[in-house]
């Protein structure tokens, strides 16, 4: 039972409102008199309360209804035992106590009803008036909206775009512009494909909280009661942190998107588990910090809540019973579509296509891909109270609950009409020129989407273009809001269009600028060869660096990018044939032998350097390698001997217990159970193995290979 009006001890009046149906058979000019939009007031004591009311006619002449209360929060809940007789109506609110209904007579010009609303023997005066619906109005101050379009993906040098508007439950505005392929003139449609990036995020929240509806999940119990094995670098955050501050970016972790960006090899279990070696920079709900791995472990939390993956999760509780038929977890899949958008970016105020970026590891923070007449169901279930066509898809009080705002974000407003943001699960939630309005955009190379609600306004909008970065969604959002709601207007496009010309020049600027902070004069303390190796993190994974003709390139998550020497141990990243590290400086390290020893990578700004340590070479854990070095030693007239194990050098000392030689920097081996006594061996010009070097830290001493 839904409670809508005040009790009887403030002389208002109680409504229990149950869904039932009531239908009358009418003639065809009854069906023209009372069909349509009706809205009004029940006038009780002291207050006035808004209705509206709308009644339906088929094509069998069968008369229904139904009834929404704005400030009740009460849509569509229909009515029962309509007549009409004349001008004379009745019907009635199904279920509620005392007998509620309504008795009217609809005025000479057929734009009115009055009478008067009874309930417990009192009696209240309603008049209703016909008007437009409230999607017919929106739609209407829609008109001429798509010309301000083509001239603003001019103005933006924007490739293609496609919008829609939606109004309650009904599309008022759909529509495509430019292209999808530049060169091949396709257009963009209102099915184009286009990938929405973290527009995703709120599609694995709406996941989670169906496991809510269903008792699997509580938000704000610890995550290790549903993931025991989930382990961060603080064990106290290890152990509060729940499934709300993975949704909230609250987990007191910074971004460290170089982990999963370009990564196709791990998987999203292996990324959990690597969560444990990233550090963190502040406490757990301390700080608003972005992040997607937490929402990666959020989808990798439904996985191990249903027993299905994270894409089978969304396509059997959102893409199915929404009916978004096109909607997709892969660009791979896009591309084998008949209608997708291809990716570009701008350089050097020219468009340019780039290469697609499969992110389907992070899937459950920004891979999926759609269309605005699919997205156009997903904004419905939102304004809906979690209903589309009628079923109910999430529980209204968890979807409320995923549009509360859990975590202010610390920003500074960036208009005196916008209010700054906050977080809600998987959404920013704010202020808009006065009205409340949800939003989250999407940004991944070549692609920007944005998708916005105004829930007590009942509108929401999508926007998707084919390109990075792009500002124009944005642009266009707040564009058709001040027409929808009747603002005064503000010329968003002129003042973006200037931000823009500004930011170009800025960029420009620090271009010229970039070699001011370079000492001259300088080069590496090595020659180019000893840089050249494999370096290891036990989170980020394995960074190479290799030699390439006069220099040097580094790979990261099969990402090459050419090096040159910038001054010193740094080198500087060049423009590769995927630029993602373009400018970034690495610092190669030198231990105290004077071997290259690590390498530091800003991957994670908001923290110290990643330190990559560089591993040994691979053909000391090679046998047929290590076999050479088998054999007896001469050390001071004393017989040692280097055995194999494996892939293990063993050092047998008579009388002492074996030793095991750990694969070093510079060729060496360690000592495991020493380890500041080192070996090497020699080798003549031939190859053939001639002593081995023994380093303790008070000198040096070599052992000859005796001939066997």
Same mark, same amino acid.
């Given at each position: 039972m839904q409670k809508l009006f005040t009790s009887r001890s403030t002389r208002s009046v109680v409504l229990f409102l149950l869904i039932g149906f009531g239908i009358s058979y009418l003639s065809a000019k009854d069906s023209n008199t009372i069909s349509g939009h009706w809205e009004g007031q029940i006038e009780l004591p002291g207050q006035t309360l808004g209705i509206n009311i709308d009644f339906f006619v088929n094509e069998e002449n069968i008369l229904s209804g139904d009834i929404s209360i704005p400030l009740q929060g009460a849509k569509d809940l229909p009515l029962s035992e309509i007549s009409l007789t004349g001008k004379k109506i009745r019907f009635k609110l199904p279920g509620v106590p005392g007998n509620a209904a309504f008795t009217g007579e609809i005025s000479e010009d057929g734009r009115q009803i009055s009478g008067t609303f009874h309930q417990s023997g009192q009696d209240f005066a309603f008049q209703i008036r016909r008007a437009v619906s409230k999607a017919a109005k929106v739609k209407g101050t829609l008109q001429g909206f798509d010309a301000f379009v083509s001239q603003a993906i001019t103005d933006w040098q924007v490739p293609g775009l496609a919008m829609a508007v939606v109004c309650g439950d009904e599309v008022v505005f759909k529509q495509g512009f430019g292209f999808r392929d530049m060169e091949k003139k396709l257009p963009v449609t209102p099915k184009t494909l286009f990938a929405i990036g973290s527009s995703t995020k709120a599609f694995t929240t709406f996941v989670l909280g169906t496991l809510v509806d269903e008792g699997k999940l509580d938000w704000d119990k610890p995550l290790r009661n549903y993931l025991p094995d989930f382990e961060l670098k603080d064990p106290f955050i290890s152990q509060r942190i729940t499934?709300?501050?993975?949704?909230?970016?609250?987990?007191?972790?910074?971004?460290? !998107?170089?982990?999963?960006?370009?990564?196709?090899?791990?998987?999203?279990?292996?990324?959990?588990?690597?969560l444990r070696y990233l550090d963190?920079?502040?406490?757990?709900?301390?700080?608003?910090?972005?992040?997607?791995?937490?929402?990666?472990?959020?989808?990798?939390?439904?996985?191990?809540?249903t027993g299905q993956n994270w894409e089978n999760a969304v396509r059997q509780r959102i893409f199915k019973p929404l009916e978004m038929t096109s909607s997709n977890f892969s660009v791979r899949q896009s591309q084998q579509s008949v209608d997708f958008a291809l990716p570009y970016?701008?350089?050097?105020?020219?468009?340019?296509?780039?290469?697609?970026? #499969?992110?389907?590891?992070?899937?459950?923070?920004?891979?999926?891909?759609?269309?605005?007449?699919?997205?156009?169901?997903?904004?419905?279930?939102?304004?809906?109270?979690?209903?589309?066509?009628?079923?109910?898809?999430?529980?209204?009080?968890?979807?409320?609950?995923?549009h509360t705002p859990y975590m202010t974000t610390g920003a500074t407003a960036k208009h005196p009409e916008i209010s700054q943001p906050d977080y809600a699960l998987g959404w920013f939630s704010d202020t808009y020129r006065g009205h409340k309005r949800l939003h989250h955009g999407g940004n991944i190379d070549g692609f920007t989407a944005l998708v916005t609600l105004f829930p007590n306004d009942g509108i929401g909008q999508v926007v998707l273009v084919n390109k990075s970065g792009a500002e124009l969604p944005e642009i266009l959002t707040r564009h058709a809001t001040d027409r929808i709601l009747e603002l005064e207007p503000i010329n968003w496009n002129s003042e973006g269009l200037e931000r823009r010309k500004k930011g170009k020049e800025a960029d420009k600027e620090a271009k010229a600028t970039k070699s001011m902070a370079r000492k001259k004069g300088t080069k590496?303390?090595?020659?180019?060869?000893?840089?050249?190796?494999?370096?290891?993190?036990?989170?980020?994974?394995?960074?190479?660096?290799?030699?390439?003709? !006069?220099?040097?390139?580094?790979?990261?998550?099969?990402?090459?990018?050419?090096?040159?020497?910038?001054?010193?141990?740094?080198?500087?990243?060049?423009k590769g044939t995927d630029d993602a590290f373009e400018n970034m400086k690495l610092q190669f390290r030198t231990d105290l032998k004077g071997n290259v020893a690590a390498v530091e990578v800003p991957f994670e700004p908001a923290v110290d350097n990643i330190v990559f340590t560089k591993q040994p070479a691979a053909k000391l854990f090679d046998a047929r390698y290590l076999k050479q070095f088998v054999g007896e030693y001469d050390l001071a007239g004393r017989a040692i001997r280097i055995d194999l194990a494996g892939n293990i050098l063993k050092l047998i000392v008579p009388g002492q217990p074996p030793y095991t030689l750990v694969p070093a920097l510079g060729d060496e081996f360690v000592l495991k159970e020493y380890s500041t006594v080192s070996i090497r061996f020699s080798l003549d010009k031939?190859?053939?193995?001639?002593?081995?070097?023994?380093? #303790?830290p008070d000198g040096m001493v070599t052992a000859r290979k005796k001939n066997e």
């Amino acid at each position: 039972m839904q409670k809508l009006f005040t009790s009887r001890s403030t002389r208002s009046v109680v409504l229990f409102l149950l869904i039932g149906f009531g239908i009358s058979y009418l003639s065809a000019k009854d069906s023209n008199t009372i069909s349509g939009h009706w809205e009004g007031q029940i006038e009780l004591p002291g207050q006035t309360l808004g209705i509206n009311i709308d009644f339906f006619v088929n094509e069998e002449n069968i008369l229904s209804g139904d009834i929404s209360i704005p400030l009740q929060g009460a849509k569509d809940l229909p009515l029962s035992e309509i007549s009409l007789t004349g001008k004379k109506i009745r019907f009635k609110l199904p279920g509620v106590p005392g007998n509620a209904a309504f008795t009217g007579e609809i005025s000479e010009d057929g734009r009115q009803i009055s009478g008067t609303f009874h309930q417990s023997g009192q009696d209240f005066a309603f008049q209703i008036r016909r008007a437009v619906s409230k999607a017919a109005k929106v739609k209407g101050t829609l008109q001429g909206f798509d010309a301000f379009v083509s001239q603003a993906i001019t103005d933006w040098q924007v490739p293609g775009l496609a919008m829609a508007v939606v109004c309650g439950d009904e599309v008022v505005f759909k529509q495509g512009f430019g292209f999808r392929d530049m060169e091949k003139k396709l257009p963009v449609t209102p099915k184009t494909l286009f990938a929405i990036g973290s527009s995703t995020k709120a599609f694995t929240t709406f996941v989670l909280g169906t496991l809510v509806d269903e008792g699997k999940l509580d938000w704000d119990k610890p995550l290790r009661n549903y993931l025991p094995d989930f382990e961060l670098k603080d064990p106290f955050i290890s152990q509060r942190i729940t499934p709300r501050d993975l949704v909230t970016h609250r987990s007191g972790l910074p971004r460290h !998107d170089m982990l999963w960006y370009n990564n196709h090899k791990l998987t999203r279990k292996e990324i959990v588990r690597r969560l444990r070696y990233l550090d963190a920079n502040a406490d757990l709900r301390a700080k608003y910090q972005y992040n997607n791995l937490m929402f990666l472990t959020a989808g990798y939390l439904t996985e191990q809540l249903t027993g299905q993956n994270w894409e089978n999760a969304v396509r059997q509780r959102i893409f199915k019973p929404l009916e978004m038929t096109s909607s997709n977890f892969s660009v791979r899949q896009s591309q084998q579509s008949v209608d997708f958008a291809l990716p570009y970016t701008e350089e050097e105020n020219q468009l340019k296509q780039i290469p697609f970026r #499969q992110i389907d590891l992070i899937g459950p923070a920004g891979s999926i891909n759609s269309n605005v007449e699919d997205m156009s169901h997903w904004l419905m279930v939102h304004l809906n109270n979690g209903t589309y066509k009628n079923k109910t898809i999430i529980n209204s009080a968890t979807l409320a609950d995923i549009h509360t705002p859990y975590m202010t974000t610390g920003a500074t407003a960036k208009h005196p009409e916008i209010s700054q943001p906050d977080y809600a699960l998987g959404w920013f939630s704010d202020t808009y020129r006065g009205h409340k309005r949800l939003h989250h955009g999407g940004n991944i190379d070549g692609f920007t989407a944005l998708v916005t609600l105004f829930p007590n306004d009942g509108i929401g909008q999508v926007v998707l273009v084919n390109k990075s970065g792009a500002e124009l969604p944005e642009i266009l959002t707040r564009h058709a809001t001040d027409r929808i709601l009747e603002l005064e207007p503000i010329n968003w496009n002129s003042e973006g269009l200037e931000r823009r010309k500004k930011g170009k020049e800025a960029d420009k600027e620090a271009k010229a600028t970039k070699s001011m902070a370079r000492k001259k004069g300088t080069k590496p303390a090595h020659c180019l060869d000893e840089y050249a190796g494999d370096y290891e993190h036990p989170g980020y994974g394995t960074l190479s660096v290799r030699k390439v003709k !006069d220099h040097l390139e580094f790979t990261f998550n099969d990402i090459t990018t050419p090096l040159e020497h910038w001054h010193y141990e740094i080198f500087n990243a060049l423009k590769g044939t995927d630029d993602a590290f373009e400018n970034m400086k690495l610092q190669f390290r030198t231990d105290l032998k004077g071997n290259v020893a690590a390498v530091e990578v800003p991957f994670e700004p908001a923290v110290d350097n990643i330190v990559f340590t560089k591993q040994p070479a691979a053909k000391l854990f090679d046998a047929r390698y290590l076999k050479q070095f088998v054999g007896e030693y001469d050390l001071a007239g004393r017989a040692i001997r280097i055995d194999l194990a494996g892939n293990i050098l063993k050092l047998i000392v008579p009388g002492q217990p074996p030793y095991t030689l750990v694969p070093a920097l510079g060729d060496e081996f360690v000592l495991k159970e020493y380890s500041t006594v080192s070996i090497r061996f020699s080798l003549d010009k031939n190859g053939n193995v001639q002593a081995l070097l023994l380093r #303790q830290p008070d000198g040096m001493v070599t052992a000859r290979k005796k001939n066997e």
